[in-house]
């Protein structure tokens, strides 16, 4: 058996490698056989290596018919079919259905222990709930969100998101993120939300959901909340000037 010229391919992950040339996937010196369809994926996400490609621009590379309508669905599906076919690949889900490939990289230090110290940190408010739980339920606040709601992680945790509404109910965003939920999907959208002393905030809140990468199974939700109510007033005062 010839010896492979690792110096030509694209390490992916351990002993995994794609050949640019002849577009072909390899793994312990023995070719793996891919769909047309998963080396078209593959081909488009290792060319934007750890940066996000749309799902806009992944359907019409791997179909390639701009006369095709769009489905993200069908996007959806091949990445975790290509999951599935080389489970060692680092595909991500980014907001606003875009995906990044991660290049491999050895001795990575594990963080798995400072995720949450890490999410604490952030500025804008993170919240995780869990969706296999009744009522999907916030298990997960940051300090930012606290900050921002005046509300303890104590009096948050156990909950639905939803009481950050009071009784403001009657929004078009509540029915476009109660859709994307059930179609597990990501979705940006700007609530109004109300503070614990009862202070209108301005939520641009990006929810995304979270799967597990070897049984696909939908495991969290990830919210991030950003205060936008500075920049909404400002708009309602232009639009009151005009």
């Known amino acids: 058996m010839a010896v492979m010229n690792t110096k030509t391919l694209i390490k992916l992950c351990d002993k995994c490698y794609w050949n640019p040339l002849t577009q072909t996937l390899s793994e312990e010196n023995q070719i793996l056989v891919l769909t047309s369809s998963m080396t078209k994926l593959l081909e488009i996400l290792i060319d934007h290596h750890d940066k996000p490609v749309s799902s806009v621009d992944i359907f019409f590379h791997v179909w390639d018919d701009y006369e095709k309508e769009f489905n993200?669905?069908?996007?959806?599906?091949?990445?975790?079919?290509?999951?599935?076919?080389?489970?060692?690949?680092?595909?991500?889900?980014?907001?606003?259905?875009?995906?990044?490939?991660?290049?491999?990289?050895?001795?990575?230090?594990?963080?798995?222990?400072?995720?949450l110290e890490i999410l604490d940190q952030a500025k804008n408010g993170i919240t995780i709930s869990d969706p296999n739980l009744p009522d999907n339920p916030v298990i997960f606040v940051n300090e930012a969100f606290s900050e921002l709601f005046g509300y303890t992680p104590e009096e948050v945790i156990g909950r639905n998101c939803r009481?950050?509404?009071?009784?403001?109910?009657?929004?078009?965003?509540?029915?476009?993120?109660?859709?994307?939920?059930?179609?597990?999907?990501?979705?940006?959208?700007?609530?109004?939300?109300?503070?614990?002393?009862?202070?209108?905030?301005?939520?641009?809140?990006?929810?995304?959901?979270?799967?597990?990468?070897?049984?696909?199974?939908?495991?969290?939700?990830?919210?991030?909340?950003?205060?936008?109510?500075?920049?909404?007033?400002?708009?309602?005062q232009i639009k009151r000037m005009l």
């Open 72 to 115: 993200p669905k069908n996007v959806r599906n091949l990445i975790s079919n290509l999951r599935k076919r080389i489970p060692c690949l680092s595909i991500n889900n980014y907001y606003g259905g875009r995906y990044v490939l991660k290049k491999y990289r050895d001795n990575i230090p594990d963080i798995t222990d400072y995720v």
């Open 163 to 236: 009481f950050l509404h009071g009784e403001d109910r009657d929004q078009i965003a509540l029915k476009e993120i109660q859709s994307a939920i059930s179609e597990k999907r990501d979705i940006t959208a700007t609530l109004r939300n109300y503070s614990k002393s009862g202070e209108l905030i301005f939520n641009e809140l990006t929810i995304s959901p979270i799967f597990d990468k070897k049984t696909e199974k939908l495991k969290y939700y990830l919210g991030v909340q950003k205060n936008v109510t500075a920049i909404q007033k400002l708009i309602q």
